[in-house]
């Protein structure tokens, strides 16, 4: 039983860690997948590949083409809309929610995650991290932090948008800014403002997948039935 227990452990940590190279854009949007260079590079069979991959691809995060091959699905701004949508309405219903008397220690989580998010040297992915957190820390403020991880689990497109916005800009500052001017309405008391702040910083991403898509259509999805060729990908241009 526990060696059962250790193959499905051993199976989950790929699928895992093949979820966040599609979500980082390690590998990127239409990039061919290889069974055999992954389970290499991973240092697995193919086995737990393989089931990762069937996986990754009920999640629309992968698409398997019978005698051709799998490949990291492209961006579906349909699917990131969708995201988009379930995520603006948890948020802003939590907003909703808050209790008269704010918890002071997520509030000081909250202030120091904003100093971290303006370190000059950091990384996007430390960006990225923080933002999660930044806006976990805001559901845990009205009681719904454990509906974070739903929320999470369902906007794999949503996430791949963006860190592709993320890449495009030269800073985050801008993300940062928007952050602070929410929790500031929040700890205020001014409900509406921060309703209307966070609206327009979730909504952010639609101009970002606009803009690249002009110059970088291919790392967009149009027709799903169109069979992809197998070649190496350009993750922007």
């Known amino acids: 039983m526990a060696q059962a227990n ?3 452990t051993s199976r989950h940590s790929i699928y895992l860690k093949l979820r966040q190279m599609v979500l980082t854009l390690e590998l990127p949007p239409g990039a061919a997948l290889s069974e055999n260079e992954l389970a290499a590079a991973l240092g ?3 086995t ?3 089931e990762s991959l069937i996986l990754l691809a009920q999640e629309g ?3 398997v083409f019978p005698k051709v091959g799998s490949f990291v699905s492209r961006v579906d701004p349909a699917q990131v809309a969708d995201a988009q949508f379930l995520r603006e ?4 219903a939590s907003l909703d929610n808050l209790p008269s008397r704010l918890d002071p ?4 989580e909250l202030r120091d995650n904003l100093e971290r998010q303006q370190r000059a040297d950091l990384g996007l992915e430390e960006f990225f991290a923080l933002d999660e957190a930044f806006h976990h820390g805001l559901m845990r403020l009205s009681g719904h932090g454990d509906v974070w991880t739903t929320v999470a689990a369902a906007k794999g497109h949503l996430d ?3 860190r592709l916005g993320l890449h495009e800009n030269a800073s985050p500052a801008v993300f940062t800014t928007q952050h602070r001017e929410i929790l500031e309405a929040v700890v205020g008391g001014h409900a509406p403002l921060a309703r209307s702040r966070m609206r327009d910083h979730l909504r952010a991403v639609f101009n970002d997948i606009e803009r690249i898509r002009s110059h ?3 790392l967009f999805a149009t027709d799903p039935s169109t069979v992809p060729v197998r070649r190496n990908v350009v993750v922007w241009e």
């Open 216 to 218: 970088s259509p291919g």
């Open 6 to 8: 250790g193959r499905r």
């Open 89 to 92: 309405a948890v948020e802003l």
């Open 160 to 162: 791949r948008a963006r």
């Open 61 to 63: 995060l992968v698409q």
């Open 105 to 108: 220690a997520v509030v000081g």
């Open 48 to 50: 737990p590949v393989r």
């Open 44 to 46: 697995v069979s193919r």
